[in-house]
């Protein structure tokens, strides 16, 4: 028999989520991106999460990642021992699924428990669970109730991880009994989709959609699911056959900046408000500094007193322009590979900011509540990061608020929007895509096995990526500084 065509837990999640993200995984699997560092990472992450699960059960049988017919087969000899078992797997028919861990209970009845590195239940969870139930109910197995076993956000790490604290389980039994409410039909559907040569039309939810490239390509490239918190609006546009938003219709009602959307798809131009741009600009205080972080964040704390998910700074960007004459000068901070770089880096943050002077960053808030949490953990510099808050200024504001819009910008505010919206410059050719693969490289050769060349080539590529965020701040700030020229402009060149 081929196992080709067979559903696992993992493709019956993604054909919830899009039928035909599912027919593409078996049929056009070339199409299917690879994943990316970030994502590698989660994958990775995840694993050592389940590693740490079973440690709370000693006795425990590992079944591992052996060949499919060989796990299916061990798998049903352990059976026999009543011992906890872990990835255990079971075919019938067509739905094959492994689970995380089996506990033996009663006679001859078993608890499912569910392992996943997240810090709550989703939704996607149950149905991975009533997935698992279904298959292995029909392969024999008598399942009594459903755990699922979730990191525990409160934990502090405190030398070596317990499992014990660092683990909350919640019996789920009752939400997989209602997600299992025609799941045969869908499981059904599924078989029939995967089967079939011709792949099925998009799926009905775009925000969400696995493949959205793959599925949705058809679309333009300004269409109507990039319509600024369209929400119900896109869904609402898009069934009444729209799908760009220059063919909106007039009567239909938008939101302000909707509308701004709207009227720049027309014309073809950015929109500009110069009085408010004027006035933002009007809040800089010299000398200017423009500051970028980078983090990482894992289910698994590295260091003690971390929590699971607790951003750790490992990098910075820091451009400084001290007056409207003065050449920029740039610094920068890239921990070493091993240790603890909290302090490092807030000792290298603290000599190279200066005692006055706006501060901007994009999304300021990803920085600020960086600081807040350094200060919490570090005391020495908590009355200096007190001090630097009010001088924080957020460049996001401007585009934000579509005091700025340009149709390029496709009605995103992100910095890697913007940029080459209003200066042509983009991240394109970066080797690093972004902060997830930032933080996700740094882990790898933090973590990993790496060759001191391979080393070398990922601190470059992240020292590049992050000077770039700098760089790009530098160059919104000037153009923004275009556009109201000539306009009567006052800037303090001290804090008062």
């Given at each position: 028999?081929?196992?080709?065509?067979?559903?696992?837990?993992?493709?019956?999640?993604?054909?919830?989520?899009?039928?035909?993200?599912?027919?593409?995984?078996?049929?056009?699997?070339?199409?299917?991106?690879?994943?990316?560092?970030?994502?590698?990472?989660?994958?990775?992450?995840?694993?050592?999460?389940?590693?740490?699960?079973?440690?709370?059960?000693?006795?425990?049988?590992?079944?591992?990642?052996?060949?499919?017919?060989?796990?299916?087969?061990?798998?049903?000899?352990?059976?026999?021992?009543?011992?906890?078992?872990?990835?255990?797997?079971?075919?019938?028919?067509?739905?094959?699924?492994?689970?995380?861990?089996?506990?033996?209970?009663?006679?001859?009845?078993?608890?499912?428990?569910?392992?996943?590195?997240?810090?709550?239940?989703?939704?996607?969870?149950?149905?991975?669970?009533?997935?698992?139930?279904?298959?292995?109910?029909?392969?024999?197995?008598?399942?009594?109730?459903?755990?699922?076993?979730?990191?525990?956000?409160?934990?502090?790490?405190?030398?070596?991880?317990?499992?014990?604290?660092?683990?909350?389980?919640?019996?789920?039994?009752?939400?997989?009994?209602?997600?299992?409410?025609?799941?045969?039909?869908?499981?059904?559907?599924?078989?029939?989709?995967?089967?079939?040569?011709?792949?099925?039309?998009?799926?009905?939810?775009?925000?969400?959609?696995?493949?959205?490239?793959?599925?949705?390509?058809?679309?333009?490239?300004?269409?109507?699911?990039?319509?600024?918190?369209?929400?119900?609006?896109?869904?609402?546009?898009?069934?009444?056959?729209?799908?760009?938003?220059?063919?909106?219709?007039?009567?239909?009602?938008?939101?302000?900046?909707?509308?701004?959307?709207?009227?720049?798809?027309?014309?073809?131009?950015?929109?500009?408000?110069?009085?408010?741009?004027?006035?933002?600009?009007?809040?800089?205080?010299?000398?200017?500094?423009?500051?970028?972080?980078?983090?990482?964040?894992?289910?698994?704390?590295?260091?003690d007193g971390i929590r699971p998910y607790q951003k750790v700074p490992f990098q910075f960007s820091?451009?400084?322009?001290?007056?409207?004459?003065?050449?920029?000068?740039?610094?920068?901070?890239?921990?070493?590979?091993?240790?603890?770089?909290?302090?490092?880096?807030?000792?290298?943050?603290?000599?190279?900011?200066?005692?006055?002077?706006?501060?901007?960053?994009?999304?300021?808030?990803?920085?600020?509540?960086?600081?807040?949490?350094?200060?919490?953990?570090?005391?020495?510099?908590?009355?200096?990061?007190?001090?630097?808050?009010?001088?924080?200024?957020?460049?996001?504001?401007?585009?934000?608020?579509?005091?700025?819009?340009?149709?390029?910008?496709?009605?995103?505010?992100?910095?890697?929007?913007?940029?080459?919206?209003?200066?042509?410059?983009?991240?394109?050719?970066?080797?690093?895509?972004?902060?997830?693969?930032?933080?996700?490289?740094?882990?790898?050769?933090?973590?990993?096995?790496?060759?001191?060349?391979?080393?070398?080539?990922?601190?470059?590529?992240?020292?590049?990526?992050?000077?770039?965020?700098?760089?790009?701040?530098?160059?919104?700030?000037?153009?923004?500084?275009?556009?109201?020229?000539?306009?009567?402009?006052?800037?303090?060149?001290?804090?008062?």
């Amino acid at each position: 028999m081929s196992y080709e065509k067979i559903l696992t837990k993992s493709k019956y999640v993604l054909g919830l989520q899009c039928l035909k993200s599912l027919w593409i995984s078996f049929h056009e699997k070339e199409k299917v991106p690879e994943a990316s560092a970030e994502l590698q990472n989660r994958f990775d992450q995840g694993h050592i999460v389940g590693s740490f699960a079973k440690k709370l059960f000693p006795e425990g049988i590992e079944v591992g990642q052996r060949d499919f017919n060989e796990n299916i087969r061990i798998s049903k000899e352990l059976l026999l021992k009543r011992k906890p078992l872990f990835e255990a797997g079971f075919l019938f028919d067509r739905i094959y699924s492994r689970a995380d861990i089996l506990i033996p209970v009663n006679k001859d009845e078993w608890d499912i428990i569910e392992v996943k590195s997240s810090t709550d239940i989703k939704e996607e969870h149950i149905h991975d669970v009533s997935f698992q139930r279904y298959c292995y109910e029909k392969a024999g197995l008598k399942v009594r109730n459903c755990f699922l076993m979730h990191i525990n956000n409160q934990y502090v790490r405190n030398g070596e991880i317990e499992p014990k604290k660092l683990f909350i389980s919640k019996d789920i039994t009752i939400e997989v009994q209602k997600a299992s409410i025609k799941i045969e039909d869908r499981i059904n559907l599924m078989l029939q989709i995967i089967s079939n040569k011709n792949s099925p039309e998009h799926c009905k939810n775009f925000s969400n959609c696995p493949l959205p490239e793959q599925c949705w390509g058809f679309l333009p490239k300004n269409h109507v699911f990039n319509l600024y918190y369209g929400g119900k609006k896109c869904l609402e546009l898009f069934s009444n056959g729209v799908l760009a938003i220059k063919d909106i219709p007039n009567n239909f009602k938008l939101s302000d900046k909707q509308q701004i959307q709207f009227d720049c798809e027309i014309s073809n131009k950015a929109y500009v408000n110069k009085e408010a741009i004027k006035e933002f600009l009007l809040e800089k205080k010299y000398p200017l500094h423009f500051l970028d972080f980078e983090t990482y964040s894992l289910p698994i704390p590295l260091i003690d007193g971390i929590r699971p998910y607790q951003k750790v700074p490992f990098q910075f960007s820091l451009h400084i322009k001290k007056s409207p004459e003065s050449k920029i000068e740039h610094y920068g901070f890239l921990a070493q590979e091993n240790g603890d770089p909290r302090i490092q880096f807030m000792d290298y943050l603290k000599k190279f900011i200066l005692d006055e002077g706006s501060i901007f960053a994009f999304n300021d808030s990803f920085e600020i509540s960086v600081l807040k949490d350094q200060a919490k953990n570090i005391q020495d510099y908590s009355k200096w990061v007190e001090s630097l808050l009010p001088r924080f200024i957020d460049l996001l504001k401007p585009f934000k608020n579509f005091h700025y819009y340009h149709p390029e910008q496709q009605g995103s505010a992100s910095i890697k929007k913007v940029l080459p919206a209003m200066t042509g410059k983009s991240y394109e050719d970066m080797e690093i895509a972004g902060g997830g693969d930032a933080s996700a490289l740094f882990l790898a050769i933090t973590l990993g096995e790496l060759s001191k060349k391979e080393i070398k080539e990922i601190r470059n590529n992240l020292e590049k990526y992050c000077t770039l965020d700098t760089e790009a701040m530098i160059l919104i700030m000037e153009e923004l500084e275009k556009l109201v020229k000539g306009e009567k402009i006052t800037v303090q060149t001290k804090l008062k």
